[in-house]
């Protein structure tokens, strides 16, 4: 039986119950190891644990086991539920009050499916030197123009990582262009709005940032960082080619979505399906 709607509103009412909501939110549909949650919310991880019991109580997450690591996910079908009693229920007969959902939902990227402009895509990580930095680029060569791709860190680094310059360079980038920027650049209320915005990096995902104007699409595709490889410099090589592989591949099944045929809640769908470990090659 599913809990009463005061039941998950209750086990949200708490601050840290709240931040671990959000972040499983932002990371969905992915699995967090409890100990990252903890670290990421700031609190010790037995505090941690009373807190993800009584989500997990109410129904709003559901939980895994990974050999000895115990990981949480965001149920989405509970959080739907939680949103359609908002909508449906508390807001019925009172199309004022839904009206910002709803205007916010149809103007997400499918009105621009069939026009000229290119979708604008962000992606962040926390340096912006390896992991953002080939998706922009991997992004803007493989979008045939239909995609304007740029990307920042949430604590860039001064230069980008040599041995990421060295795998572009290699695959023929145009290297003029990649510089690392602070997530702030676009921010505040002149900076460009997207269409979607990509974490690919669980540091970065796991940081509670304000939401993007116009809300856009939204996806985590974390990625291991290659410069934390450790190991001979041909080993080193290998884990920045192992990113490079997996961002590509994620990006190339993206570009190909079928996008003017899609409304929002689908590309939502989609766009974390993509999520999905990639397959060997």
């Given at each position: 039986m599913a809990p009463e709607p005061a039941e998950l509103f209750a086990a949200l009412g708490q601050p840290h119950r709240l931040a671990i909501f959000r972040l499983l939110a932002r990371r969905a549909p992915e699995a967090v190891p409890a100990g990252e949650i903890a670290a990421a919310v700031g609190i010790r991880a037995n505090n941690a644990s009373?807190?993800?019991a009584s989500l997990q109580r109410a129904g709003l997450i559901g939980r895994d086991r990974d050999g000895k690591s115990v990981l949480y996910r965001l149920d989405l079908a509970a959080a739907g539920r939680m949103i359609d009693y908002l909508v449906l229920d508390c807001c019925r007969g009172r199309p004022e009050l839904c009206a910002p959902l709803a205007t916010t939902l149809l103007s997400r990227p499918r009105r621009h499916a069939t026009m000229p402009e290119p979708f604008s895509v962000l992606f962040i990580c926390t340096a912006n030197s390896a992991r953002s930095i080939f998706a922009e680029a991997i992004m803007n060569r493989e979008g045939g123009g239909r995609f304007r791709a740029v990307s920042a860190?949430?604590?860039p680094a001064a230069a980008l990582n040599p041995?990421?310059?060295d795998q572009l360079a290699a695959l023929?980038?145009?290297l003029a262009p990649l510089r690392t920027k602070s997530v702030a650049t676009f921010q505040g209320p002149d900076a460009p709005r997207f269409?979607?915005?990509?974490?690919?990096?669980?540091?970065?995902?796991?940081?509670?940032c304000p939401p993007w104007t116009g809300q856009p699409i939204s996806g985590h595709w974390g990625i291991p960082d290659p410069a934390r490889a450790t190991g001979t410099e041909a080993e080193r090589k290998l884990a920045f080619a192992e990113a490079y592989r997996m961002l590509r591949h994620r990006i190339l099944a993206f570009v190909n979505l079928p996008f003017a045929d899609l409304d929002a809640i689908s590309l939502q769908r989609a766009v974390d399906d993509i999520a999905a470990p990639t397959p060997a090659p």
């Open positions: 009373v807190h993800l860190g949430t604590g041995m990421a310059v023929g980038y145009d269409d979607f915005v990509f974490t690919v990096c669980d540091r970065a995902a796991n940081e509670d």
